[in-house]
């Protein structure tokens, strides 16, 4: 749980920072995609931390603590809209992954709440894979 968190903080920083600096012909469309993403990101935060607590382990609550757990890299750039959208892909694709994760260790763990929470999250990121993927079709199938 913890590494989801420190990776849903950087996947949402991510996606906030493609909102400010998306440029192109596509801005309108893509600045209120990636607001999408960030504020969903963002509203999850809270409740991974509260189900760490819960689980009676302490929430980290740093840049550095983060920097050392999450699984998706920062952008220290400003890509092209089409390369921000590559990345957030394979970064929802961690993301994924991750909850995949989590999931299976609640269930085994017998933490239906967090399992159930953890579902959630993951028909979420799967809707965003779709999405994003879909940005990136050059022509209809």
């Known amino acids: 749980m913890k590494i989801l968190l ?6 949402y920083l991510k996606a906030h920072a493609f909102h400010w600096n998306v ?3 596509d801005f309108g469309e893509l600045h209120k995609f990636f607001q999408k993403i960030y504020e969903d990101a963002y509203s999850a ?10 689980l009676d382990e302490y929430a980290p ?6 920097a050392e ?11 092209r809209a089409r390369l921000m959208i590559e990345e957030l892909l394979a970064n929802t694709q ?5 909850l995949n ?11 239906q709440g967090i399992a159930d929470f953890v579902s959630q999250r993951l028909s979420q990121h ?16």
Not at 6 to 11: E, I, K, Q, R, T
Not at 94 to 98: H, P, V
């Open 6 to 11: 420190a990776s849903n903080f950087a996947y």
């Open 23 to 25: 440029e192109g012909p």
């Open 45 to 54: 935060i809270d409740n991974i931390a509260e189900y760490i607590r819960y």
């Open 61 to 66: 609550g740093s840049f550095e603590r983060y």
């Open 69 to 79: 757990l999450s699984t998706i890299a920062g952008q220290t750039k400003i890509p």
């Open 94 to 98: 961690q993301m994924i992954d991750i």
């Open 101 to 111: 994760t989590c999931f299976a260790s609640a269930e085994n763990e017998n933490q």
């Open 126 to 141: 799967g809707k965003y894979y779709w999405q994003l993927r879909s940005y990136l079709r050059e022509e209809r199938a």
